[in-house]
T-cell receptor, first 116, second 119 residues
Framework: NAGVMQNPRHLVRRRGQEARLRCSPMKGHSHVYWYRQLPEEGLKFMVY????????ESGMPKERFSAEFPKEGPSILRIQQVVRGDSAAYFC??????????????FGSGTRLTVV | AQKVTQAQTEISVVEKEDVTLDCVYE???????LFWYKQPPSGELVFLIR??????QNEISGRYSWNFQKSTSSFNFTITASQVVDSAVYFC????????????????FGGGTRLMVKP
């Protein structure tokens, strides 16, 4: 019964490259959330998706960032033309229904993006 | 708008001391959920507790206890007889309650408190 799987765990990109972060939710979960944690800060909500739908992207930067959760396969957070300020830990969480499960969201282990 | 404040950015204690991590929140919702997460040096997020806004009963789990006071909008976390393995960053978080509102499912996190327990 695997938890939320994120890969890669660590990702290094040069400025201007694209970063793709993957998140496979727990089995049976159809809701995915992405959060960003800048160094020495708390997590900030970015986007909430259901299968093939973006429900809330109020936390996404207006440019260069996009997210999808296709019918088949993992959710992808894509950052185009990365800059040093994008260096952060990106966490994915999933839930089985609208709202929190009795024991909260299940978070993945995160992807640490470093832009050099 | 929702807001979570963890005023203590860093706390250092000696092993076996008790320590309380403060969390104060702001919300206009009458139904909401409060959470605590632990982030050890390895970086993952470990769920500790979820509390409903209509349940003000305090909870104890081993060396951990939580004091929820709606009157002061606080949800403090106490570790009794701290251990070196408790060293981590601890986050308090808030989520809007209720159903039928897709936009309310995100968690609002505090800035975290870094706890260092020295042997």
């Amino acid at each position: 019964n695997a938890g939320v799987m994120q890969n890669p765990r660590h990702l290094v990109r040069r400025r201007g490259q694209e970063a793709r972060l993957r998140c496979s939710p727990m089995k049976g979960h159809s809701h995915v959330y992405w959060y960003r944690q800048l160094p020495e800060e708390g997590l900030k909500f970015m986007v909430y998706l259901q299968k093939e739908n973006i429900i809330d992207e109020s936390g996404m930067p207006k440019e260069r960032f996009s997210a999808e959760f296709p019918k088949e396969g993992p959710s992808i957070l894509r950052i185009q033309q990365v800059v040093r300020g994008d260096s952060a830990a990106y966490f994915c969480a999933s839930s089985p229904t609208q709202g929190a499960r009795p024991y909260g969201y299940t978070f993945g282990s995160g992807t640490r993006l470093t832009v050099v | 708008a929702q807001k979570v404040t963890q005023a203590q950015t860093e706390i250092s204690v000696v092993e076996k001391e008790d320590v309380t991590l403060d969390c104060v929140y702001e919300t206009r919702d009458t139904t909401y959920y409060l959470f605590w997460y632990k982030q050890p040096p390895s970086g993952e997020l470990v769920f500790l507790i979820r509390r409903n806004s209509f349940d003000e009963q305090n909870e104890i789990s081993g060396r951990y206890s939580w004091n929820f006071q709606k009157s002061t909008s606080s949800f403090n976390f106490t570790i009794t007889a701290s251990q070196v393995v408790d060293s981590a960053v601890y986050f308090c978080a808030l989520r809007k309650g209720g159903k039928g509102n897709n936009a309310g499912n995100m968690l609002t996190f505090g800035g975290g408190t870094r706890l260092m327990v020295k042997p």
